[in-house]
């Protein structure tokens, strides 16, 4: 049984998703971000998110199906990151600029993520959900930045290194708070990116 199976609603899959403010929305986001920090995503409840603002339980649900996917929806909500304007007209710069991105989100929100780690392992529909939610759209937005070099000709389609540059990037965004203590700021990045990124891609 998944986390959040006991906490739903019968009639919720009937019921129509409503539109909400986006400071309301936010309001939600909040409140079960706070229930996270404090208490942990296994505590966490529907019931206790509707009781800390003052809505009821039917409409968290009629906004988002099930647990996973509220928690997945509001870590999204806080952070930020988006790649779609990056475009400096080389594969390297946007590279570059990626990584800053990165870095610039790393120091926020990048603990919160990391102490849903257990629950991940546990919960194979908040894994899914954060993958859905929170991973694949990143990984979509690096593949088209790495794609429109390889039509720029910037560098083949069928470089060996091409597959591995999300893994790299992503990989020690989470890895250094665990190896040095210390979040993956965007100098760090940028210089990971610039020292073992761009040579793999046979780029500068």
């Known amino acids: 049984m998944t986390s959040q199976a006991a906490d739903r609603p019968e009639t919720v899959g009937a ?16 409140a079960v971000i706070e229930q996270i920090r404090e208490c942990g995503y296994d505590a966490v409840t529907m019931d206790g998110v509707a009781t800390s603002t003052r809505c009821s339980k039917s409409t968290l649900y009629r906004q988002w199906k099930t647990k996973p996917q509220f928690v997945a929806a509001a870590l999204r909500s806080r952070r930020r990151v988006c790649f779609e304007g990056i475009d400096s007209g080389s594969l390297a710069g946007d590279l570059r600029q990626v990584a800053r991105v990165l870095g610039e989100w790393s120091g926020r929100d990048h603990r919160l993520v990391q102490a849903l780690g257990h629950a991940v392992l546990e919960d194979e529909e908040l894994a899914q959900a954060l ?23 910037e560098i ?49």
Do not use: C, N, W
């Open 131 to 153: 993958r859905e939610t929170l991973v694949e759209p990143d990984l979509a937005a690096v593949e088209r930045i790495l794609r429109r070099g390889v039509e720029r000709g």
């Open 15 to 30: 019921s129509r998703r409503s539109k909400l403010t986006r400071e309301r929305e936010q309001e939600f986001f909040d």
């Open 156 to 204: 083949a389609a069928g470089h060996p290194a091409l597959p591995y540059v999300a893994a790299q990037i992503f990989g020690v965004l989470r890895v250094r708070p665990m190896l040095d203590g210390r979040d993956a700021d965007p100098d760090f990045l940028v210089e990971f990116v610039e020292s073992a990124v761009l040579p793999a891609l046979g780029l500068t």
